[in-house]
């Protein structure tokens, strides 16, 4: 007997949805909304995520009223969507983690593994830049970036001032990028 009352209860309820009864929808939505969120507390404490997936749940319910087959309760159909939807944002959050890092280890791995020619022919080019600086800006470059003098060592050892100093790395700077940067584009031609 409440079992025939129970089915005759979800009919009328399902029935009165389909055909758009927002009275109806409201009350389903009053007594589940939090519900559900707390439900959803025992496998996140991401608010946010359980606030999304149960208005989710609702919004699906309403566009989708027409069409959806609920046989066993409203609560039972809300509690498993609920759930359904959470885990299937745990596994596509797993899957773009595991993603992000496969490719992160292929980077590094691909950093690592730099071809040791490669790492022999930049550090040539660079050794060629350095020579190519003018003769100053080349002594002041190597006392400070090679030798890792300080600038008052250096002024004291050239006789000019650390304003100087800093002009010529300057200088060395702007001139070994240019340098290298044509090395760059000779190898891409």
């Known amino acids: 007997m409440i079992k025939k009352h129970r089915e005759k209860d979800l009919n009328m309820v399902l029935k009165a949805l389909k055909k758009g009864d927002q009275r109806v929808f409201e009350t389903i939505y009053c007594d589940y909304y939090e519900r559900l969120c707390v439900y959803l507390l025992s496998y996140t404490s991401d608010k946010e995520k359980i606030e999304d997936i149960v208005q989710d749940t609702f919004m699906t319910l309403w566009s989708k009223r027409n069409t959806i087959h609920i046989t066993s309760s409203i609560k039972s159909y809300l509690y498993r969507t609920v759930h359904n939807k959470l885990m299937d944002t745990f596994r596509s959050s797993k899957k773009h983690d595991e993603m992000l890092s496969s490719y992160l280890h292929t ?75 044509v090395n760059k584009e000779a190898v891409v031609r």
């Open 107 to 181: 980077a590094l791995v691909r950093a690592i593994n730099l071809d040791q020619g490669e790492q022999n022919r930049r550090l040539k080019k660079l050794d060629e830049c350095i020579e190519q600086l003018p003769t100053r800006c080349k002594t002041v470059f190597i006392a400070k970036k090679i030798t890792g003098k300080k600038y008052t060592q250096i002024a004291s050892d050239l006789k000019i001032s650390e304003k100087t100093i800093e002009g010529h790395i300057s200088r060395a700077y702007k001139l070994i990028r240019s340098c290298m940067s």
